[in-house]
């Protein structure tokens, strides 16, 4: 290999290596996705070597720096470090070695030291006990620093692979997970609360691609550009791909079609009928499942019977990911993700329009009887006759809204705004 010793990062993935004949699947998918993260960051080369990601970027070994901070949130990373690699011969090894280890010592006042080595490569002339325990009384003589097994002051990873050597002193952890895009697509159900954010990161940790759909009551599309709903969005492209994509629906069609609704009926039916809008939705964009924040319990209208009655007659899966949390576990991961703030930020959604005391128990064949009664298939496809498209561009930092195509994708023109101060 050329031009080393030089420095760049080793991306390593954790579920993708259980995944037998699929594995190159999802290892090209995580390079893909890692490569777009990049890609406003410069221009970095991404190579797959002994099922590790080596990331590099010739003309500025300084970007490794902000790289790092955008790939340690990309899904499927486990772990990622800012690595020196070496030839596989052991003096150069032994040199690049020492200069980390100098460096620990006199910027950070380390000590002591002890050396983990990791062999790949299994015809490699040491052992990796043996590379250890050579290494380490290298290491000693040249800083001066005392050998700690147990409670190290520093540690020196070496990871012996076919046609280098990788040495680190630090990694950081990824966020674990699947690479977005391996699972397939899903229609995700978005509301202004603090659950759909956070159950939507969850989806593309396990692989998703996301269409977000939101039901409005503003009187125009273009006004949610000026509301949370854009810069959830915004913070919630972070972490998938191709850019955001939010169908935005009216709320008015319906409203006015169900006026006569008895109101203990509203929650229920009007949840049922959105899932309907996101199945078609999901027909129109490759989706094969819906996803939601509902909870188990949370609210009224989340038993398990109402539930049963959203879903009534549905022709794919509705995922829930964050039935297994708390709300408290559920608000500390909307602060991690960055959606917590935007979420309590006031806004008029639809749910605050239907009302608020709903049966815990409504029966599907009431729920059904509703569907029939104001028929939501039309209704559903005249709805969505009207919806648009909200769409966030990550690398040009531009969010719009433009009629909404048969299949929505990222990339449009039409009521550009700039989010770049925002
Ligand atoms: P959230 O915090 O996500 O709003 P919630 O606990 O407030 O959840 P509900 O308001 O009952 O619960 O909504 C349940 C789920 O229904 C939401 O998580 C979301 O997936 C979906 N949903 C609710 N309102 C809307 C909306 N206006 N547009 C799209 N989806 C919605
Ligand atoms: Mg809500």
Known sequence: ????????????????????????????????????????????????????????????????????????????????????????????????????????????????????????????????????????????????????????????????????VLLHSSKERGPGGLPVGVTGKVVHLLSGGIDSPVAAWLMMKRGCDLTYVHFFVSPSAEQILETKMARLLKTLSRFGIGGGRLILVPFTEYQVATGDLRPEYEPVVFRHFMRIVAEKLAHRVGAIAISTGDNLGQVASQTLYNLACIDAGSSMPTLRPVVGHDKSEIVKLAETIGTYEDSIADYKDCCSIVSRHPKTRMNVEDVL?????????????????KAEAMKFDAHEQAIWVEPLEAAPRVKGSELKVNLEND
């Open 1 to 164: 290999m050329a031009g080393v010793p030089r420095s760049s990062l080793v991306v390593h993935y954790a579920e993708i290596g259980t995944k037998g004949n699929n594995r190159a699947f999802f290892e090209n998918q995580l390079e893909r996705n890692l490569l777009e993260k990049l890609e406003p960051l410069g221009r970095f080369k991404v190579e797959l070597r002994d099922q590790r990601l080596m990331v590099s970027n010739r003309d500025d070994p300084e970007a490794l720096k902000g790289a790092m901070a955008v790939l340690k949130e990309v899904f499927g990373v486990a772990w990622l470090a800012r690595v020196v690699e070496c030839p596989l011969e052991y003096e150069g090894v032994r040199s690049a070695a020492v200069s980390e280890l100098t460096l620990l010592k006199d910027t950070a006042n380390r000590s002591t030291f002890r050396v983990t080595a990791k062999r790949a490569n299994k015809s490699y002339e040491l052992s990796s006990q043996q590379m250890a325990v050579k290494l380490g009384d290298d290491l000693k003589k040249a800083t001066g620093l005392e050998v700690d097994l147990s409670n190290p002051q520093a540690t020196i990873f070496v990871d012996i692979l076919s046609d280098r």
């Open 369 to 385: 009887a509703a569907s029939l009664r104001y028929d939501f298939p039309v209704l559903a496809e005249k709805t969505l006759a």
